[in-house]
């Protein structure tokens, strides 16, 4: 490993090698580079909302490790600054460890913005959810090793109207269905270890945040949401509202149910056992997940921006993806189960959307791999069979 890393315009000095993994501990890790571009744009777009209608602007990095997240806000919103000849953002960064910060100094000095301390970058040692108790922030970034759910409530407890809120989430085993208990236990729901298990878990994380901000009278409106090799990212604005509309908001949660026989699933609200049609159409009894949010993932006009100032053509496809998710009402289905379960050829996923389009349904790609699609169709083996003739 080189003593320094360059990940787009940051250069970042690594720790000797010893320092690069505690356990399951990077430093800095980068196969996080995806999160943190996306990040970028998300932060980007952001900002340049609010950039002509305020005089003040702040991001959190609550979490920052080797500092190589801030650094990078710091450069995209300085460009930003620019181009409208007005200065109004700052950068907290924030760690547990005084060793990461010491390492984070070194960073903005091989940047050069270490000339920035005590202006626009403020440093500091601590507990972040001590600094959400006390601080407001118009970003706030919270990307731990393992879960960010113990961060949530001081955070929705003392956070500002219209704020946005990302957060990172890396324990897939619990939410995809490998420790159950341990889901249950930290999120208060079920998963399902099954073909779409990362849109399950992707959806008990947004269930359970919009839980914990209604209890401090606020709703959280997914703007981008993924889920992407070992970890789970979303980013939410954050509204202070009425108990009326936090009621309205919440009949987004609700339960998947589905058959262990024949792949059947469907949405249904809470009310889970006053659901008359608790029997999949095979005749079996339907298992079921959750609870988890059942509305979108994403916003589709905050995609739109986000993909036209992305550089990258591989990023740009990522969000049209989303986008396209975002259109249908529906679940996700692997198209290599549904083939295995009905002893059927894989169809092409562009032949699936197709085939299901012209059957009157709407049907997408799914950013979670390309062998999947989403679609509102009630698909199981046998109208799989049929769509696979
Ligand atoms: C995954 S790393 C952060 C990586 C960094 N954000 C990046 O993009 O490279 C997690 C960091 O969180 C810090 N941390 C863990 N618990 C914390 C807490 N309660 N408050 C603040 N920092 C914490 C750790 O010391 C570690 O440096
Ligand atoms: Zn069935």
């Known amino acids: 490993m080189p003593d320094t890393i360059q990940e787009e315009d940051t250069t970042i000095k690594v720790p000797d090698s010893q320092d690069l993994t505690r356990g399951a501990e990077v430093f800095y890790n980068p196969e996080m580079k995806f999160n943190r571009d996306i990040s970028c744009l998300v932060l980007a777009e952001d900002f340049k909302s609010k950039i002509d209608k305020r005089d003040y602007y702040s991001v959190c990095d609550s979490m920052t490790a080797s500092g190589v997240r801030a650094i990078r806000y710091f450069k995209e919103l300085q460009k930003i600054e620019k181009e409208h000849k007005k200065q109004i953002f700052c950068i907290y960064l924030n760690d547990i460890k005084e060793e990461a910060l010491g390492h984070a100094k070194e960073n903005l000095k091989l940047n050069k913005l270490d ?189 739109k921006k986000i993909s036209s100032s992305a550089k990258d053509e591989k990023m740009k496809e990522f969000i049209e993806i989303l986008m396209e998710e975002n259109k249908i009402n529906g679940i996700c289905y692997s198209l290599h189960e549904l083939a295995k379960a009905s002893k059927k050829d894989i169809l092409r996923t562009e032949k699936a959307i197709e085939i299901i389009k012209k059957e009157g349904f709407s049907a997408s790609h799914c950013h979670y791999s390309g062998l999947f699609i989403k679609t509102d169709m009630l698909l199981n083996k046998k109208e799989y069979s049929k769509i696979s003739k």
Not at 228 to 241: A, D, E, I, L
Not at 249 to 274: A, P, Q, S, T, W
Request: glycine share 6%; aromatic share 14%.
């Open 115 to 303: 000339n920035q301390t005590g202006k626009k970058i403020f440093l500091s040692n601590g507990k972040a959810e001590s600094l959400f108790s006390v601080n407001k922030y118009d970003f706030v970034d919270i990307d731990p090793f393992g879960s960010s759910v113990y961060y949530l409530d001081s955070f929705f407890g003392n956070c500002m109207h219209n704020c946005l809120l990302a957060t990172t989430y890396t324990d897939t085993a619990p939410l995809c269905g490998t420790y159950p208990k341990t889901c249950f236990i930290r999120y208060f729901a079920k998963p399902a270890h099954m073909d779409n298990m990362q849109e399950i878990g992707l959806r008990i994380l947004i269930a359970k945040t919009n839980i914990i901000a209604a209890m401090h009278e606020k709703t959280y409106h997914p703007l981008v949401s993924f889920s992407r090799r070992h970890y789970f990212r979303f980013f939410g604005r954050v509204k202070k509202s009425s108990k009326g509309k936090i009621k309205e908001h919440l009949n987004n949660i609700g339960y998947m149910l589905y058959c262990n026989k024949c792949m059947e699933r469907k949405f249904v609200d809470l009310d889970l056992f006053n659901n008359k049609d608790n029997k999949c159409s095979c005749g079996e009894v339907y298992d079921y997940a959750g609870p988890l949010w059942t509305g979108n993932l994403h916003d589709t006009g905050f995609c």
